[in-house]
């Protein structure tokens, strides 16, 4: 009986997400556009920042997204600069959920001292203006990276999500399963990883999704008021430069509009996909 639960569950998962058109079409723009960030750097024909070709031209068989003011290729930078930005929301994403999690499950079971403590750093972090913050870490570094910038966005975005999870952690602290992993003799930490962690999965996930998108927007606006890597290309530097070198006086949409839209697809569908999972992890949403 115990072998059949897990795969009515994962049957049950499966039967419900297919039938959920906001997750369909979310998870289908989202492998787009991975799809893309993998395949689209090889389809590309030049170096995205070399001069290629002649200035300003407009969409063209020899180049599919137009050039720049410079003679640039923009879909050489457009597909780079797809890769860049979802490398930056997976790494921004993951570092922002994993210190939630950390912070909030163990807080949320240890409680007293140790929960106060957490608590008072999670909200001294919470009042600070993330924006702000790395607006000001990022003016002051020289050299900035991908990796980098992906670090200072992920250890900016934790508080929210360890006040949500520490939240949970103490309704599944007191329930039965619980108590009875105590009295088998286990550590606090493999109760919290073995016994309520795996309870939340469903939870930690639409967190994550979360996280991904606000590292995505983060990233995109650093790199639109010119404080993103100082190497390589992504979407909101397309976007910084087309503005800085006035694209759309110029007449020259397509320098400005591809980056635009993507970032709006990429955060939307991960919108999308988080509506959707949420209608199928709660059973009181779900369409039936």
């Known amino acids: 009986m115990s072998q059949e639960q897990p795969k009515k569950v994962r049957s049950e998962f499966i039967y419900f997400a297919w039938r959920n058109v906001k997750l369909r079409i979310g998870v289908s723009i989202l492998l787009a556009f991975v799809l893309f960030s993998i395949i689209g750097p090889f389809l590309a024909k ?5 001069y290629v070709g002649p200035m300003g031209a ?8 137009g050039t720049t003011t410079f003679g640039q ?11 860049s930005t979802l490398l930056v929301g997976l790494l921004g994403g993951s570092i922002g959920t994993l210190v939630g999690i950390l912070v ?6 240890r409680g007293g001292l140790v929960d106060e403590f957490l608590n008072m750093i999670t909200n001294i972090i919470l009042i600070i203006p993330t924006l702000a913050v790395l607006i000001i870490i990022a003016a002051y570094l020289s050299v900035r990276g991908i990796f980098m910038q992906s670090v200072f966005i992920g250890l900016t975005a934790w508080p929210w999500a360890a006040r949500a999870i520490r939240a949970q952690t103490f309704s599944l602290r007191v329930r039965e399963f619980v ?12 109760i919290v990883f073995t016994e309520i962690a795996p309870n939340m999965m469903s939870y930690l996930l639409l967190v994550f999704i979360l996280q991904f998108g606000g590292a995505v927007l983060n990233a995109a606006t650093l790199d639109f008021i010119g404080l993103g890597p ?7 530097l397309i976007m910084n430069n087309a503005v800085l070198w006035a694209a759309l006086q110029l007449g020259q949409w397509w320098w400005l509009l591809p980056p635009g839209a ?22 009181k949403l779900r369409e039936m």
């Open 46 to 50: 030049h170096d995205p920042l070399e």
């Open 58 to 65: 407009p969409p063209s068989r020899e180049y599919w997204f």
């Open 73 to 83: 290729d923009v879909f050489s930078q457009f597909a780079h600069g797809t890769r």
């Open 104 to 109: 909030g499950l163990i807080a949320g079971y």
């Open 179 to 190: 108590d009875l992993a105590r009295m088998t003799g286990r550590s606090s930490l493999r």
């Open 230 to 236: 100082t190497k390589g290309t992504s979407l909101g």
């Open 262 to 283: 993507a970032i709006a697809a990429i955060v939307g569908a991960l919108y999308i996909t988080n509506v959707g999972l949420d209608e199928i992890f709660n059973p």
